[in-house]
């Protein structure tokens, strides 16, 4: 079933989002899903490094997955975000404008 649901949120391109998916399931099943998905990326984060793991469950059940196609911004300049993106796979180009005077 995991492996189905992780098939399910990389077709998220397509239309189908997680929460969904997820929605109809009980609780119990969302939290250990979740944790399948979300808890190992987070756990090795710099970012979360001493941080308990009653907080490092509590954010996994928040979670969802994204992907981004090839040359998709994620965030844009001088744009304010709401969003903390943990990158599992992949890769990222940083690029920034500076204005010249």
Known sequence: M???LTLMHRTDSEGLQ???TL???PTAIR???SYHLFYSPVDEAYLFHGVSNDLLFQLVFEMKAEY???KEDAILQNEASTDLYILVTGAVDFISHRNET
């Open 68 to 70: 981004f196609p090839p």
């Open 18 to 20: 997680q929460q969904e």
């Open 31 to 33: 939290s250990a899903i």
């Open 2 to 4: 995991i492996d189905h």
């Open 23 to 25: 929605e109809p399931l």
